[in-house]
């Protein structure tokens, strides 16, 4: 062959390559976004996340398929305000659900509506605990508020309707069903899949009663935390394990070692014959044997951690197995590839540290949260993110997958290009704010700033404490560091770090007012609304 003739062949190869690349492709398919959270599922009871208590084989497929972030946390450490932030994608004092008991406001944007404008079919399937219709979604069925372990109602599309059977379970049935019979499969999907499990009460599915019969758990090493050197806010919760945790509703013995009923015994009316003749069997021999071994002291504190650990690793079972059928369906019916699949929990939870179960406080089991995410397009198996992502980025993460432009007034940031590693670059700090005082569990109002290894807390209302810590000398928050001279510099710098986030999220003194007196303006309300009803009654 001469050379003109070769060097014509490959211009004409090379024109050839660089045309078809330049013709138009069909439309890329928008990935479908399958988002699982579960309620108080702390990060230490994921065994991808270390921390050898228990074992959820698919949890931890997403860590191993995709990626694991060790430092996620939220923005206010309590169930229906994090559901609102993460809607949004704005602070609780932007999107005004700031506590359990205040309303929250449908009609804003969230980002099922956007992601429904732009193509996507939307579900919300499981526990919102926020009043009202649930907008931006195609099909929802939701429990009204905390709803039930056993024999469950639900709102679907805003009809109420009684389901037999776990609510874990059912939870998981109606997203399996909504994922081979109802989804479209011409559009993509966003199905927002979310456990009530494994919120307090803890009760476990009937054929996990006995798990962890036998076995001996040991609390963490600050069970018996006597908050020495804390400020008043860790001395005032009421939420302690071996204090605050009741016999009936949380240990489940219908009567107390003393004897005396102690309620439970109606939690158990909701059951039928099946379930309760089930539950009986399995708890009545292990409460006789408690009562017969009259426990005292730290005893009976170990035999109380363990009751309520129990429970609580036997709720995740049941969340665990249901994350494992469906990530096998998405397989089966070829949708792996093109689904972004994430596992969060709304906030963490205590597991005994400090002696404590709930949540509430900006102290590390509470404000971190587990999160995992697996899309094999874009995320390196084994992938590990120690950055500081918050719940706040969720909005505006799935809109950047899906090719929906942000709105400017959204605070959060799209992780997208920090879990694929195309950038590295991210915050260095985040705000936090917690709201809910005087109240269950009576953890006092408080904000602050965290960075990868300090945390300032400034406690409010009817104190006025700061708090701060040295994570990487003192990871389980044991001593409070603000008025150490050695940190002068820290709580400085920190001081500054957090007037510049209060401005930067349009956060202030004005704010916290505002929302305290609507809190006390609202319990004021509700305090009168049952003397009206108790006046009724008599
Ligand atoms: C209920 C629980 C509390 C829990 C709040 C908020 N008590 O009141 O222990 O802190 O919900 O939880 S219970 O008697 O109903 O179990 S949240 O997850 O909804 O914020
Ligand atoms: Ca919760």
């Given at each position: 062959?001469?050379?003109r003739?070769?060097?014509?062949?490959i211009i004409?190869?090379?024109?050839?390559?660089?045309?078809?690349?330049?013709?138009?492709?069909?439309?890329?398919?928008?990935?479908?976004?399958?988002?699982?959270?579960?309620?108080?599922?702390a990060?230490?009871?994921?065994?991808?996340?270390g921390y050898?208590?228990?074992?959820?084989?698919?949890?931890?497929?997403l860590a191993?398929?995709?990626?694991?972030?060790?430092h996620?946390?939220?923005?206010?450490?309590?169930?229906?305000?994090?559901?609102?932030?993460?809607?949004?994608?704005k602070h609780?004092?932007?999107?005004?659900?700031?506590d359990?008991?205040?309303?929250?406001?449908?009609d804003?944007?969230?980002?099922?509506?956007?992601?429904?404008?732009n193509?996507?079919?939307?579900?919300?399937?499981g526990k919102i605990?926020?009043?009202?219709?649930?907008?931006?979604?195609?099909?929802?069925?939701?429990?009204?508020?905390?709803?039930?372990y056993?024999?469950?109602?639900f709102?679907?599309?805003?009809?109420?309707?009684?389901?037999?059977?776990?609510c874990?379970e059912?939870?998981?049935?109606?997203?399996?069903?909504?994922?081979?019979?109802?989804?479209d499969p011409?559009?993509?999907f966003?199905?927002?899949?979310?456990?009530?499990?494994?919120?307090?009460?803890?009760?476990p599915?009937?054929?996990?009663?006995?798990?962890?019969?036998?076995?001996?758990?040991?609390p963490?090493?600050?069970?018996?935390?006597?908050?020495?050197?804390?400020g008043?806010?860790?001395?005032?919760?009421?939420?302690?394990?071996?204090?605050?945790?009741?016999?009936?509703?949380?240990?489940?013995?219908i009567?107390?070692?003393?004897?005396?009923p102690?309620?439970?015994?109606?939690e158990?009316?909701?059951?039928?014959?099946?379930?309760?003749?089930?539950?009986?069997a399995?708890y009545?021999?292990?409460?006789e044997?408690?009562?017969?071994?009259?426990?005292?002291?730290?005893e009976?504190?170990?035999?109380?951690?363990?009751?309520?650990?129990?429970?609580y690793l036997r709720?995740?079972?049941?969340?665990?197995?249901?994350?494992?059928?469906?990530?096998?369906?998405l397989?089966?019916a070829?949708?792996a590839e093109?689904?972004?699949?994430?596992?969060?929990?709304?906030?963490g939870?205590y597991?005994?540290?400090?002696?404590?179960?709930?949540?509430?406080?900006?102290?590390?089991?509470?404000?971190r949260t587990?999160?995992?995410?697996?899309?094999?397009?874009?995320?390196?198996?084994?992938t590990k993110?120690?950055?500081?992502?918050?719940?706040?980025?969720?909005?505006?993460?799935?809109?950047?997958?899906?090719?929906?432009?942000?709105?400017?007034?959204?605070?959060?940031?799209?992780?997208?290009?920090?879990?694929?590693g195309k950038?590295?670059?991210?915050?260095?700090?985040?705000?936090?704010?917690?709201?809910?005082?005087?109240?269950?569990?009576?953890v006092?109002?408080?904000?602050?700033v965290a960075?990868e290894?300090?945390?300032?807390?400034?406690?409010?209302?009817?104190?006025?404490?700061?708090?701060m810590?040295?994570?990487?000398?003192?990871?389980?928050?044991?001593?409070?560091?603000?008025?150490?001279?050695?940190?002068?510099?820290?709580?400085?710098?920190?001081?500054?770090?957090?007037?510049?986030?209060?401005?930067?999220?349009?956060?202030?003194?004005?704010?916290?007012?505002k929302?305290?007196?609507?809190?006390?303006?609202?319990?004021?309300k509700?305090?009168?609304?049952?003397?009206?009803?108790?006046?009724?009654?008599?």
């Open positions: 062959m001469n050379r003739l070769l060097n014509s062949i004409l190869l090379l024109g050839t390559a660089f045309f078809s690349c330049n013709t138009p492709k069909e439309e890329v398919q928008k990935p479908n976004i399958l988002f699982i959270m579960s309620d108080d599922h990060y230490q009871a994921i065994s991808a996340y050898d208590l228990n074992e959820t084989p698919n949890i931890d497929r191993e398929e995709g990626a694991i972030f060790t996620a946390c939220v923005t206010n450490s309590i169930c229906a305000p994090s559901r609102a932030v993460l809607l949004t994608g609780s004092f932007i999107n005004g659900k700031v359990n008991a205040q309303p929250f406001n449908w804003q944007d969230n980002f099922p509506k956007l992601l429904q404008a193509g996507y079919q939307t579900a919300m399937i605990h926020l009043d009202g219709l649930p907008q931006g979604f195609d099909f929802s069925m939701v429990l009204p508020g905390q709803g039930a056993y024999n469950p109602d709102l679907v599309n805003g009809e109420k309707k009684r389901f037999e059977g776990y874990t059912i939870i998981t049935e109606t997203m399996l069903d909504w994922l081979k019979n109802k989804r011409n559009k993509p966003c199905a927002l899949y979310h456990q009530k499990a494994p919120h307090r009460n803890w009760k599915a009937p054929k996990y009663l006995n798990l962890y019969d036998g076995i001996t758990f040991d963490p090493a600050n069970y018996f935390d006597d908050y020495e050197g804390r008043t806010a860790a001395h005032t919760q009421e939420m302690q394990v071996d204090g605050h945790a009741q016999w009936g509703h949380d240990f489940k013995m009567t107390d070692p003393d004897g005396n102690t309620g439970f015994e109606n158990l009316q909701r059951f039928n014959e099946k379930q309760k003749a089930d539950w009986l399995a009545t021999p292990k409460n044997a408690m009562k017969a071994a009259k426990l005292k002291g730290k009976l504190a170990i035999w109380k951690y363990n009751r309520y650990i129990k429970d709720t995740i079972k049941s969340v665990d197995d249901g994350v494992g059928e469906v990530l096998d369906y397989e089966e070829g949708l093109n689904t972004i699949v994430v596992y969060t929990s709304d906030q939870f597991l005994g540290e400090h002696g404590w179960f709930d949540k509430r406080f900006m102290y590390e089991e509470s404000f587990p999160l995992l995410v697996r899309y094999p397009k874009e995320i390196n198996p084994g993110i120690d950055k500081l992502v918050q719940n706040l980025d969720f909005a505006p993460t799935f809109l950047d997958y899906a090719g929906v432009e942000v709105p400017a007034d959204m605070q959060g940031e799209s992780f997208r290009d920090l879990v694929s950038t590295g670059e991210w915050r260095d700090a985040v705000y936090y704010t917690y709201y809910e005082y005087p109240s269950v569990h009576m006092k109002r408080h904000y602050g960075t290894r300090y945390k300032l807390m400034h406690f409010y209302y009817d104190i006025d404490e700061w708090e810590y040295d994570l990487q000398t003192d990871p389980s928050e044991m001593k409070n560091i603000y008025n150490d001279p050695a940190y002068t510099d820290v709580q400085k710098d920190l001081h500054a770090k957090l007037t510049e986030l209060r401005n930067k999220y349009g956060d202030s003194d004005e704010n916290d007012k929302y305290l007196e609507a809190y006390l303006a609202h319990q004021e509700a305090r009168q609304r049952r003397a009206e009803q108790q006046a009724k009654q008599k």
